[in-house]
């Protein structure tokens, strides 16, 4: 059964401390690896991975993939109040355009 | 240009009855997803319509179906509702190049009495 889990599931740090999110995969013809901040309703787009190896950086925030022991980690630093969200985590397949298998995700929390 | 636009945004049903669920993607996107998200599940993909055709099911019961239309709006029915249905709706839309990168309307809450 394909499978993305997600760790830790819960994370309290203070403002403008560094974290760091984990994401595992099991999934069959694995084609990419997406990361997703939801703050209140909408998944919004962070991150599309492919490549091994190669870091994706967007602000504060980046990611990378390592496709030999299959998982993925995102990274943020200096976080703000407004990093407040869960964070998931999707594999796709080469079958299947859309259809993504979620993590349960991370829910940060940051304290002021 | 206009984002993924789901309606209703909350409704609430009885069990037993039926409900239909509304997504008008990004224009000029033609695939179109659903998505199921409970607390305990977290987001189960329900199913993918491209060129009015549906691509790929999740597995979930024939009480669950959908549709698209020839605009690319998509619909999605459910059934008979049970409790368990209680969730948030999440429609996508994605276009030809990035397939993968899924653009997510803000959802329909559907709760069920």
């Known amino acids: 059964e394909d499978k993305v889990v997600q760790s830790p599931l819960s994370l309290v740090v203070h403002e403008g401390d560094t974290v760091t999110l984990n994401c595992s995969y099991e999934v069959t013809n694995f084609r990419s690896l997406l990361w997703y901040k939801q703050e209140k309703k909408a998944p919004t787009f962070l991150f599309m991975l492919t490549s091994s190896g190669i870091e994706k950086k967007s602000g504060r925030l980046s990611s990378i993939l390592d496709k030999k022991e299959l998982f993925s980690i995102l990274n943020i630093t200096a976080t703000q109040t407004g990093d407040s969200a869960v964070y998931l985590c999707a594999a796709a397949q080469l079958q299947g355009a859309q259809k993504l298998v979620f993590g349960q995700g991370t829910r940060l929390t940051i304290n002021p | 240009k206009a984002g993924v636009t789901q309606t209703p945004r909350y409704l609430i049903k009885t069990r037993g009855q039926q409900v239909t669920l509304s997504c008008s993607p990004i224009s000029g996107h033609r695939s179109v997803s659903w998505y199921q998200q409970t607390p305990g599940q977290g987001l189960q993909f329900l199913f993918e319509?491209?060129?009015?055709?549906?691509?790929n099911k999740g597995n979930f019961p024939g009480r669950f179906s959908g549709r698209q239309f020839s605009n690319s709006r998509s619909e999605m029915n459910v059934s008979t509702l049970e409790l368990g249905d209680s969730a948030l709706y999440l429609c996508?839309?994605?276009?030809?190049?990035?397939?993968?990168?899924?653009?997510f309307g803000a959802g329909s809450r559907l709760t069920v009495l």
């Open positions: 319509y491209f060129s009015e055709t549906q691509r």
């Open positions: 996508a839309s994605s276009g030809t190049t990035g397939a993968n990168v899924l653009t």
